[in-house]
């Protein structure tokens, strides 16, 4: 089979269905970015080396319990895989504290400005992107009151005019929206690192 002709899904779509050259040629198509990509945020060779491995083996298990969705390029996903691992690298080995849910805590506070290194950057990214799932699965009414204090900086009493409740509703919605958030985050296992 000539394989130069085939697409990455073609790749993908032969491997699937047994053809084990089909991956070889896949992966020496793409190892080189991946790879690249992978040392230019680490900045270590053999730690590098140890998520590259940890990227293939989750496409490879990924492929094999037939889960793979084509929904684009085979490339963009697999950067998708290492990117993540990347930032789990970072989650793990840099030590950050753990922010652990409690009546004062407030998960905006850990969504601080400040000189960042690029793995921080990358931490941050996830937990932004990780808030945001988290709130658009909040009922209507909590997320339309979350919304409006943290991303609109409302008063609680300009949010009961605009939506026409008490304060005291207000205050409960906030309340409420922060604790479905805390359970939903625990339940999804997002860990949120300051």
């Known amino acids: 089979m000539l394989y130069d002709n085939f697409t990455d899904n073609e790749l993908v779509l032969a491997y699937i269905k047994g053809d084990k ?43 094999n319990q037939g889960t793979y969705r084509e929904e684009g390029k085979f490339i963009q996903w697999a950067m998708r895989i290492a990117h993540n691992l990347v930032i789990d690298y970072f989650r793990k080995n840099q030590r950050f504290p753990l922010v652990r849910a409690d009546e004062n805590f407030d998960i905006f506070d850990i969504l601080s400005n400040s000189e960042e290194s690029v793995e921080q950057k990358m931490i941050k990214t996830q937990i932004s992107s990780d808030v945001k799932k988290l709130i658009l699965s909040l009922p209507q009414e909590q997320r339309r009151v979350l919304i409006m204090r943290h991303y609109l900086n409302m008063s609680f009493k300009e949010i009961a005019q605009r939506t026409g409740v008490s304060i005291n509703t207000a205050l409960g919605r906030m309340r409420y929206a922060l604790i479905n958030m805390r359970r939903l985050a625990e339940e999804n296992s997002m860990i949120l690192h300051i």
Do not use: C, G, M, P
């Open 21 to 63: 050259k089909a991956f070889e040629v896949l992966l020496s198509r793409h190892e080189q970015k991946i790879f690249n990509y992978i040392l230019s945020i680490v900045k270590d060779k053999s730690i590098a080396d140890d998520i590259f491995q940890d990227t293939f083996i989750k496409i490879i298990n990924t492929l």
